[in-house]
């Protein structure tokens, strides 16, 4: 990621699960400062891996204490189930989501992140499992894909840094 963000292009990585944005996150504050966090995902990924443990389900709590994570600025969409910590993200869970629509969740986002350099990040899990069913850890009551896609569509003009998609499971589609 270093190497790439250093040719002076920007990262959008495919796969994985969500513990490979730790790894892009330093790579992108390395070039970019600390960034604001845009994540659409089911679980807010604040839990405690012990002093030496990290997974897909801790990588917020360990960027926001490395302090690659501009908490003031970040967000968390479509949340639907509940951590022990927000890490002082705010969470816009997903049945808020189905309430404010689509118009609401880019009127959110764009306040939160404002004008700052962000990094998006999207777990598949986000999306109900009626229209991903292909994820690890799939949790019902999600977007829809058209709703993400229409929100996704709404944001473009923000200062994204850098982007993944991750926690897609081929064998579960």
Known sequence: ANQILSSGVQLITLGGDHA???????????????????????????????????????????????????????????????????????????YHCQEIGVSGMVEAIRKRVGSKPAYLTIDIDVLDPAFAPGTGTPVSGGLSSAQLLMTLNKITDLDFRGMDIVEMAPAYD
């Open 20 to 94: 490979i944005t730790l790894p892009l996150l330093r790579a992108h504050v390395k070039k970019y400062g600390p960034l604001a966090l845009v994540q659409f995902d089911a679980h807010q990924d604040t839990w405690d891996a012990g002093p030496e443990g990290f997974s897909h389900g801790s990588f917020v709590k360990e960027a926001v204490g490395e302090g690659l994570i501009d908490v003031a600025h970040s967000l968390q969409i479509g949340i639907r189930t509940i951590a022990p910590e927000t890490c002082g993200l705010e969470i816009i869970d997903a």
